[in-house]
Structure formats: C-alpha cells, structure tokens
C-alpha cells in the first residue's frame, strides 16, 4: 500500500510553452504532498509544500508564479511549470504524507517515479 | 539553518565488508533523522528512522546528539546493497524534508 504515481514519466516541450505534472496518491488519501527539483547527480530540494483545500506554501527562491500548484482533492495535485525555459528542465519528484507503517512513526512520505522535463 | 551533510559522493567496497555512510546535521531543536534509498531506476523508498531504532535489511543507524551525527552502517555489505543513500532531516513534524547530498554506495563481487 501507499503508492504515489506521477505522470507523465517524462516530458519534452518547447521553450515558452507550459507543462503540467501529475502527482497522485493511489489507495490512500494525502491533505499533504511536497513537490522537489532534483538536478543531475544533486539532491533533492523542497519546492514547495502542497496543502488540499489551500494556497501551497513556497520555499524561498521558487517562483510561485512560474511553478503553479493546485492541490484540489485528497489524491492529486498537481505542477504547472508556466512559460518553460531550458533551465526548468529537471526531474521533478512529489511525495505525498500518508500513514506510517510499523515501527511507531505516525506519517511517512512516500515519493514518486518522479517527471522527467526537458525543455528545447 | 537546517542542514544535512553527506561527505561522500561515492562509496565503493568489496561484498563482505563493512560499510559506514556517514551523515551529519545541523539543526538547533530536536530533529527526526532518516535514511532514505533509491536503486537503480526506483522510486526513493525510506530505508529507516532514528525513532525505531530498527534493523533494516542489516542497516542500522543511531542518531548521536553530541556529534550532530546519523550515520548508516551494515557489517558485511551486499551487492544488492548498491544504491544511492540520501540522509534526511524533519523540524516540522514530518512536514518537510532536508536531504543530503546523497551517498552513491557500489558494492562489488
């Protein structure tokens, strides 16, 4: 159980144009996932916090305007990354807080495949 | 600052023999410290968490306040061990995630 898919697995687009990824949380339901940008052979970094029902909360540095989040019901939110440019190509990984397994740990983030986007 | 710090970009030993990935923080509360582990084209999968105190697949970890320190060790390592290793803190109630830079860990035959 607590399986994340995000869709698409990979994506190309041209520069100017808007991509949307999907982030969902298959057999359990997350008021809360977390959006991260992993460059090559760098770690992951928080983007942004997604919370159902509200605004997303940004990390400092992340341009809220560039990288919209929608988080409309308990299984999916969604990143748009608006008006691409080369440098927004990354792989873009969510996670989703679901119910801690054994081992006394209340809630666990469980990721995704992760997206990978390249913009030409 | 919260801070995660993985010296080692690459790890490589022999099947058999120990293996320590060594993690260090930074954060002035109380932090919830986890090893997280991707292999080869997974997902990143939590590994484990200070708070068990568990064994997992022979790792074990103990968190050292004094040294600021979770590091990850297994006594005789495994080639299915290989795998990226990523050092993770929570402040917030598991709201956020602060992750080192990542430990590649190649075992060979």
């Known amino acids: 159980g607590a399986v994340v898919s995000q869709h698409p697995s990979w994506v190309i687009c041209k520069s100017g144009t808007s991509v949307k990824i999907e982030c969902r949380s298959l057999d359990f339901q997350a008021t809360t996932m977390f959006w991260y940008r992993q460059f090559p052979k760098q770690s992951l970094m928080l983007m942004a916090t997604?919370?159902?029902?509200?605004?997303?909360?940004?990390e400092q540095g992340v341009e809220k305007d560039k990288f919209l989040i929608n988080h409309a019901s308990l299984t999916l939110s969604t990143l748009t990354v608006t008006s691409a440019h080369p440098e927004d190509s990354s792989f873009y990984i969510c996670?989703?807080?679901?119910?801690?397994?054994?081992?006394?740990?209340?809630?666990?983030?469980?990721f995704g495949p992760g997206t990978r986007l390249t913009v030409t | 600052a919260q801070r995660v710090t993985q010296p080692e970009k690459l790890l490589s030993v022999f099947k058999g023999a120990p293996v320590e990935l060594k993690c260090n923080y930074s954060y002035s509360g109380s932090p919830e410290l986890f090893w997280y582990v991707q292999y080869s084209r997974q997902r990143l999968q939590l590994l484990l968490r200070h708070i068990s105190r568990e064994s997992i697949k022979g790792f074990t970890a103990d968190l050292n306040k004094g040294e600021t320190s979770f590091h990850l060790k297994k006594p005789f390592a495994q080639e299915e061990d290989s795998a990226m290793y990523y050092c993770?803190?929570?402040?917030?109630?598991?709201?956020?995630?602060?992750f080192g830079t990542g430990t590649r860990l190649l075992v060979s035959p």
């Open positions: 993770a803190l929570s402040y917030t109630g598991f709201q956020k995630l602060v």
């Open positions: 996670s989703a807080r679901g119910p801690g397994l054994a081992g006394g740990l209340r809630y666990e983030q469980y």
């Open positions: 997604s919370n159902e029902g509200s605004k997303a909360t940004y």
